[in-house]
């Protein structure tokens, strides 16, 4: 279970969170909804510790990861998949050398036990012909593919996604979507994602919270999150008269 209790977030004077806490049990799927810029990149990040909270605490299986020691650290991380924002890949390594990093970095494993791993979960996000390839060589699409990937390979417990299927064709945000589907189901893995994307938050969400003002304004089970005097219901109906809107005006 993750435990977000009372997060705070401020960048010099800029408070971008401002107390948000939330469980999120074995097995659930939370979507985290909210404007662009509101903080929703940020509170992942404190969830792993890419980012350090002022105050607050995140328990990963009850060990607050927020004051963990290195050691700690490295632990509690290898049981977290994280697929940041566009994918983050490194530009400089090859699509083998990208998904093989995390193997790399925490040395659990044998040569031929990571290069069996990579196969694998490059079959598995259909592109074993790309094993060579660099990023630049990929379309965006691909390259999300790639980053999770990398993002399943230490067979995590817990996977967070930042904005999976933004800015991918609809085919490619499709095979995105079924894998994390797959991975929920199959795997059992307890997901955090962030969308701006109403369908995918509801095919995906178990449950649904709204990020405004630096706190977590709404937590709605799927169904609740939907119906129409929800704030997130009316939250998706704003977004999806802004994009409308901006598509009639080009
Ligand atoms: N490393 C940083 N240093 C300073 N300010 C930051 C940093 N990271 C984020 N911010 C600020 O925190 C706020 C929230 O950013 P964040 O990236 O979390 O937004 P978001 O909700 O993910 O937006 P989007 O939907 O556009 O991805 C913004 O004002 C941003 O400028
Ligand atoms: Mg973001």
Redesign the pocket.
């Known amino acids: 279970m993750i435990r977000i209790v009372d997060l705070h977030k401020s ?2 004077g ?1 408070l ?1 969170l401002d107390g948000v806490s939330i469980d999120i049990p074995d097995s659930d799927s939370l979507v985290i909804v ?10 992942l990040k404190c969830v792993t510790r890419l ?1 350090v909270p002022d105050c607050g605490r995140v328990y990963i299986d009850d060990e607050d990861i927020t004051v963990a020691g290195r050691d700690d650290l490295l632990r509690i991380r290898r049981k977290i998949g994280l697929l940041l ?1 566009e994918g983050a890949l490194f530009d400089s390594l090859d699509v083998y050398e990208n998904v093989a990093f995390p193997l790399w970095y925490h040395r659990l494993f044998t040569r031929g036990e990571i290069d069996r791993k990579v196969r694998h979960y490059l079959d598995i996000v259909e592109m074993p012909e790309f094993i060579h390839a660099f990023p630049d060589e990929l379309s965006g699409g691909m390259k999300r593919k790639v980053a999770l990937a990398r993002a399943m390979i230490l067979e995590p417990k817990y996977l967070l996604y ?2 999976p299927t933004t800015g991918l064709d609809p085919m490619s945000a499709g095979i995105v979507e079924s894998m994390m589907m797959k991975l929920k189901r199959e795997m059992n893995i307890t997901s955090l994602i ?1 969308t ?1 994307d109403p369908d995918l938050a509801h095919y995906i969400g178990e449950r649904i919270a709204l ?1 405004d003002g630096g706190k977590l304004v709404a937590v709605e089970t799927r169904d609740g999150a939907f119906e129409e005097q929800s704030p997130i219901y009316e939250y998706f109906i704003h977004t999806r008269e802004r994009v409308h809107n901006n598509h009639g005006s080009h």
């Open positions: 960048f010099e800029n971008v909210g404007k662009s810029g509101i903080g929703k990149s940020v509170l980012l924002q930042d904005e962030v701006h990020l």
